[in-house]
């Protein structure tokens, strides 16, 4: 049962007002994607605070966490400022930079703790989202791609000092990106609560962004070929930014191991791979006759699937399940942090008979 929660210390409602908080820092390292480039929202941050920015673009240097990574940093340079701007990549290797700058001593081993506090503590770090549902910008880990493998790293200081969401970026966002991200986020309420880890917190967290998340989901799917109405961007930003909180204080279960799976072996994203994960977690709960709330979302899972995908989609995705190896499957969900979290016993037997019914079926809704 946790009883110690860590949450970010300012939320602005606008990126303006976010942007021209730091106009007096005085060299601030911007983390960000391609995507930030040809936006709208990179002339304000020129206009807001250019002068003291150095980029680091996440697309254009895709490398492993290692000595390497690290000095592509000049450690001359003195930063006053992490800004991490973008979706859950952008802000978990902003986490890393941050924990570096800190702690000079803080580099990729085998050997180093993962669950670090660093003590210098005259930087700040701050998140700018523009890819709302991983709730990586409320979050006290780091995921990391590492060899195939995800790392996690851990620290109260990755939490962010300064968090805003550029309501319109996403407005922007396609209808099926942000379903995704808005069932991981939806993920992120349910499995909180079914971790060893879970609280008061997370149970009246886990039940409201389970009722909202639907609402939201409907409203988009409702709307599918028009631009998002910016009270649903908001009502998206709420479900990534307290997921994000449910997740970081009591971690998720099952859909999450099986999800790291599917994204390190078959290059999908991570909200589509939670998806996927759904159905397979859906089918083992019914197996063990558990009741879960994942029973409350399944009408609307299966809708999507059979109704808002589209054939090739489908067909992209069922074609999955026949490379998957049944041993390796269950090995690596063994082995994941979010399979150790949870608090139900999973029957890996039972979870190997569900995943052979669906590589028979070879559709991942049976
Ligand atoms: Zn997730």
Redesign the pocket.
Known sequence: MKNIHTFPNFLFDNTSSFLSFFKNHKKILLIHSNNLVTSKLFELIKDKISKNIKFYNISKNKMSINKGFYNKLNNKVKFDLVLSIGGGSAIDIGKIFYAKILNENFLYSKKTRTNTLFKKNDIDFAALVTLPG??AETSKTSIININKKKKFFISRNFVPKYIAYDFDTISNNSSEQQIFRVI?SM??GIESNETILSSTFSNYLSQNIVIKSKKILKEILKNKNSKLKISIVKEICATSFYGGLA?SECG?SLC?AI?HYIENNFKLN?SES?FLATFIKLSYEKKMKHKSQLFKCEKLLKYIYFDFLKDEERTHYDRIINKISLTKFLKTIKEDPCFKLTKKHVDINKLKYVMSSIKKKRRWNI
């Open positions: 991983s709730g991981d993920i992120h997740q998720s999450h999800a991570h939670i």
